[in-house]
């Protein structure tokens, strides 16, 4: 965008920084209290496990909604919306004194805070060329990696002080402030509010466009069953170190600090790659390491060892691939697509989340009493990954050779 200078997208990825701490934290800085909350509510681990999978269907189902209307009426009436359903979402959550009622906050928190994320993405596309995606948006995902280490810190700490509700009282004043923030600061990056491609008749079509593109598919399958493998960690983390291993509360919170520091790595491997290979390439080293950290945490599984090690350091490396991912399927699912940014944003946003919502399900049913079960989902969506990519990508290959010849 031209009328956009190199300060103002300064400001503007900045305050995009603040607005993604929230999903991370509505997600995330309960987590500690899980065990403890299943004692509150009087109910099972598994129905318990649920709130993180009705979180992410909010998430997933408005999502579609929020991409679409943003290229229509714009990026920040959207967010502001979005930010005012989060602050009902986490009071009712704070609120709640059964079960059903605190599953209804989580969903109403997760179609709230949907809003930032592919909006979010929708504006970075809208500000830089495909490279320059790419690199902005791996800029944003190092800084957004440190949030899921310190969200389960910060929630087990309020916790122990306080108790479960204070980290969702916490989500509710952070919405206040990032709502000011976003109403003073933030301008309109959509300079093609109210066009024709943005109106419900050409939905559909759109739609039907993102679902016919090869590239759009395969780069969201990939991110996809990444974010699935992530989500299907997260939900079964407090209750393989906690309940099995023993780890206290805080020990579990302090222990995410080395799964977020191999999150890094791979943004800074991620970063001197970009330059050397193709973002194709790079999403394929990516997915390989996924399917040999997985085969390795499965094989570890069959001969019976469970200890922080054997649990820890295949999982590094398991992040280490999905941060070689996200940011360049972003990219490559959404360039192409500048006149439908909003639409191709729900649709990726909507492929992410919802493998999320199947394997955080999954997850709840199958026995936790080894790391087994979690390692065999990461090996089975790892392996459909690297697969449909490679054939993707050979796929391109007889296509430019064909026409060349």
Same mark, same amino acid.
């Given at each position: 965008?031209? !009328? ?12 995009? =920084? ?9 997600? !995330? ?17 598994? =129905? ?8 992410? =269907? ?12 943003? !290229? ?8 502001? %919306? ?27 928190? *997760? ?8 909006? *979010?993405?929708?504006?970075?596309? !809208? ?25 389960? &810190? ?14 969702? &009282? ?40 993102? %679902? ?33 291993? *023993? ?52 094989? &570890? ?24 991912? %996200? ?9 192409? @697509?500048? *006149? ?48 449909? %990519?490679?054939? @993707? ?13």
């Amino acid at each position: 965008m031209s !009328d956009i200078n190199k300060a103002q997208k300064t400001l503007i990825l900045s305050l995009l =920084v603040i607005l993604c701490t929230i999903p991370s934290l509505a997600s !995330d800085s309960y987590l500690p209290a899980l065990p403890l909350m299943t004692e509150y509510f009087a109910t099972t681990t598994s =129905v318990l496990q649920y709130s993180v999978s009705i979180y992410f =269907v909010g998430f997933a189902i408005a999502q579609l909604a929020y991409g679409p209307a943003s !290229d229509y009426y714009g990026r920040k009436p959207l967010i502001i %919306f979005g930010l005012i359903i989060a602050l009902l979402g986490s009071a009712i959550c704070a609120l709640s004194t059964s079960i059903s009622t605190f599953l209804l906050g989580r969903l109403v928190l *997760g179609i709230g805070v949907a809003a930032s994320i592919p909006i *979010g993405r929708v504006i970075l596309t !809208d500000l830089y060329d495909k490279k320059d995606v790419s690199k902005a948006a791996s800029l944003l995902n190092s800084i957004f990696a440190v949030l899921p280490a310190f969200s389960p &810190i910060l929630g087990a700490y309020l916790v122990k002080y306080f108790d479960w509700q204070s980290t969702f &009282i916490f989500v509710l004043i952070l919405s206040v402030l990032v709502l000011l923030l976003i109403l003073r600061f933030l301008p309109e990056t959509n300079q093609q509010r109210f066009s024709k491609d943005a109106t419900k008749g050409k939905l559909l079509a759109n739609y039907r466009r993102l %679902f016919a593109s090869r590239s759009f598919v395969a780069y969201s399958l990939c991110t996809c069953l990444a974010y699935a493998g992530v989500i299907a960690y997260t939900t079964s983390s407090p209750f393989l170190f906690q309940s099995l291993l *023993g780890l206290t509360m805080e020990q579990f919170s302090w222990l995410t600090i080395t799964i977020t520091l191999s999150y890094i790595t791979g943004g800074w491997l991620n970063n001197r790659l970009i330059d050397k290979h193709t973002i194709d390439h790079v999403i394929a080293i990516g997915l390989t390491t996924m399917l040999l950290s997985s085969l390795s945490l499965t094989l &570890i599984g069959v001969v019976g060892i469970l200890n922080l090690y054997a649990l820890v350091i295949p999982m590094c490396f398991f992040m280490v691939g999905t941060r070689l991912i %996200f940011a360049n399927a972003m990219a490559g699912a959404l360039s192409d @697509f500048r *006149g439908i940014t909003g639409v191709a944003s729900s649709l990726y946003g909507f492929f992410q989340i919802a493998g999320s919502v199947l394997t955080s399900a999954l997850i709840g049913y199958l026995p936790k009493s080894s790391q087994l079960p979690l390692a065999l989902v990461l090996l089975v969506g790892s392996s459909f990954a690297l697969c449909q %990519f490679l054939y @993707f990508m050979r796929q391109n290959q007889l296509l430019i050779s064909n026409e060349l010849n």
